[in-house]
């Protein structure tokens, strides 16, 4: 039986925050989201996407950086692999993405650990399960969340359309009709973690 | 990164089960219970409990032993520490003393795996939580869930009051009004692995 694994939190005064270009959504509409979804999957297949979950610590509590789009709607950085892609390839590719500097110096040393869930999507709707539903054989999309191990100090550059929040676990905790069901469960996926809150 | 962790699981029909004298409730009330976890916490401490996740399989989805009392209230095997005990020993005691046959023959070979969530009791409620939350510096009960691996084939010994149920993760997903906090988020707990399904 292996001890509790450890992550180290930073406080977020150690971070930094930038602007960059706008990252504008493709899609404008829940619709047009599972539209395209659709034409993918007969292009490439099943989707396979990644998501980091980046922690850091306010008041000896794990926060969890969410991006918010608009007033209300909050997602983990990430995105969809291209065809063969390795998942922590993939995953870092798309933090820089979001959340990177526009020049090298200004990336982060995004260092992709734990995976701590997969989520599946069955049919071309919003619904996904924490399991491959019984008699579904070809599933649209499969998500992946991975901890993303922080260093000390970062820069984030964020996107001028988007907002970056630090959430306290208590906040995402039970907190499905805020958070919808893949987020507001990442409080018990991280339970079995130690946190070595580090006082900056 | 490390793969997916991959979890054997065999046919619920390569069990067998028998009954065995009734193990009653220590408590017939929440009330009792609330009281005589704070004796206890006066004796010794904190209190930390452990139970164990065994998975089988039906029709190729991954199910849950879980033990039910009277016809509603269902629960996990396993139970309290004693001071100063070994997680993966207390466990193996728990789930022989809940489920083991009468002699050391028939007790299975119980191989505790992996911790997959940690659950903290702040004060001496029923309410427990997946972190210790903010600002509690002496939570009253730490319980930890542990997968057990199965072999191939086991007996279980069942006490004469209980029922053992295997229960599909699909039935526990979003059913806290069945299940409770802790049991119907097992699925999402357990989506990080690989289940290789064993058909006998």
Redesign the interface.
């Given at each position: 039986?292996?001890m509790?694994q450890v992550v180290n939190t930073y406080p977020l005064s150690n971070y930094s925050f930038g602007t960059k270009e706008p990252k504008l959504e493709k899609d404008t509409s829940v619709a047009d989201r599972l539209a395209r979804m659709k034409i993918n999957y007969m292009k490439e297949g099943m989707r396979t996407s990644v998501e980091g979950i980046l922690l850091v610590q306010e008041?000896?509590?794990?926060h969890i950086l969410l991006l918010q789009i608009g007033n209300t709607f909050c997602k983990l950085p990430g995105g969809r692999l291209k065809p063969g892609e390795n998942?922590?390839d993939g995953l870092k590719r798309k933090l820089t993405s979001k959340l990177g500097g526009n020049s090298a110096a200004l990336v982060p040393d995004w260092t992709?650990?734990?995976?701590?869930?997969?989520?599946w999507r069955p049919n071309f709707e919003t619904m996904m399960?924490?399991?491959c539903?019984?008699h579904i054989t070809k599933p649209k999309e499969c998500k992946?969340l991975?901890i993303v191990h922080l260093s000390e100090k970062e820069y984030f550059a964020v996107p001028k359309n988007l907002k970056l929040l630090a959430v306290?676990?208590?906040e995402l905790?039970?907190n499905v009709q805020r958070y919808g069901?893949v987020i507001s469960?990442i409080?018990?996926?991280?339970?079995?973690f130690h946190f070595n809150m580090i006082s900056s």
């Open positions: 039986m292996a509790s008041h000896n509590h794990p998942e922590a992709v650990g734990e995976c701590v869930a997969t989520w399960y924490p399991y539903p019984p992946r991975y306290p676990l208590f905790y039970d069901p469960t409080p018990q996926q991280l339970s079995r």
